[in-house]
């Protein structure tokens, strides 16, 4: 217990979350950056392979009141294409969208996974200031504003609204993420995968999915975000054919029931299939970063065929 709420005192620091405009809990905290709550908690722990883990949720209600239609399914397999390190989330229930992510937390690792969360937290929240009004209109619905239980809805939005100015000064150079890193990773002990190789920049790899049917993992640090600019592109690519319905299916699975970090969403190409898709920016690179995503996006593969196929 102690780690999470070294995490939880971690993020809320550097956020620089103003206390007035925070509802904290013991595993959980609710802040106002704008107009919309983002709500980030720690779940129940859970035995994975002797050790134990927790998952650290990051939410953030974006959109109400919209129409739950095959239409809706395509336009967020298609802004889920552009993911970052959260997934666009539809709630057929509750009839809204929301942004989420998730990092597996544990004793050894928590140092490295709050400082992914942190940047997920920042890129999430940013990001739903400046695209909530957008995409309201795009699928038909309204902007989710809640107000603060005593302080009313924030008329004036923090300063950390504007974070992505930084993100996007940083990717103006090269990606952190070197040649040399890249190419240890195909040499990782244990292999998660049955074959990889690299070229340069970049990494690809097949891992067991299906008898004769690979999947396939990228990593790519010589891409370039449309708006972050350099960093590292994350895809899992899965070999079964491209449903909306289905990645809806596979992100609102992900918000309840990861067993590896959600940093991207899953979206549909039509001609490479069912994908996993995310982009870390060269300001959240970290030590060791490339490694932990290598595991955890294998652990999403092992993941995603129990989904799909329960008895395999």
Not at 79 to 85: C, E, K, M, W
Not at 122 to 127: G, I, S, T, Y
Not at 143 to 157: E, F, K, M, S, Y
Request: proline share 5%.
């Amino acid at each position: 217990m102690e780690f999470v709420e070294d995490v939880l005192r971690f993020l809320t620091a550097r956020m620089q979350i103003e206390a007035e405009w925070a509802v904290q809990e013991r595993t959980s905290f609710t802040w106002w950056a704008h107009t919309l709550a983002q709500r980030v908690w720690v779940a129940e722990p859970r035995d994975c392979q002797g050790v134990e883990l927790r998952t650290l949720h990051i939410h953030t209600d974006l959109l109400a009141d919209v129409p739950m239609t095959m239409s809706t399914w395509a336009r967020l397999a298609n802004v889920n294409r552009f993911a970052t390190l959260s997934a666009y989330v539809a709630d057929q229930t509750a009839r809204t969208v929301s942004l989420h992510s998730s990092v597996s937390l544990t004793a050894d690792n928590h140092l490295l996974a709050r400082s992914i969360a942190l940047h997920a937290m920042a890129l999430q929240m940013a990001d739903a200031f400046a695209e909530a009004h957008e995409l309201a209109a795009a699928f038909e619905a309204r902007v989710a504003d809640t107000p603060h239980p005593i302080r009313g809805l924030r008329q004036r939005p923090d300063e950390m609204v504007g974070i992505l100015e930084i993100y996007q000064q940083r990717g103006e150079a090269d990606s952190p993420f070197t040649v040399d890193e890249i190419a240890e990773l195909v040499h990782v002990e244990p292999r998660p995968w049955t074959m990889a190789q690299n070229d340069m920049l970049r990494l690809t790899a097949d891992l067991e999915f299906a008898t004769g049917l690979p999947s396939h993992l990228e990593l790519d640090a010589s891409e370039r975000h449309a708006s972050l600019g350099s960093g590292l592109q994350m895809r899992l690519t899965l070999p079964v054919e491209p449903d909306q319905a289905l990645a809806q299916k596979l992100n609102a699975s992900e918000t309840v029931e990861p067993d590896a970090h959600q940093l991207g969403a899953w979206c549909v190409d039509d001609d490479q299939g069912l994908i996993f898709n995310g982009f870390v920016p060269a300001a959240a690179y970290a030590p060791g970063l490339s490694l932990a995503l290598v595991y955890h996006l294998s652990a999403k593969n092992d993941w995603a065929r129990a989904i799909l196929f329960p008895a395999g």
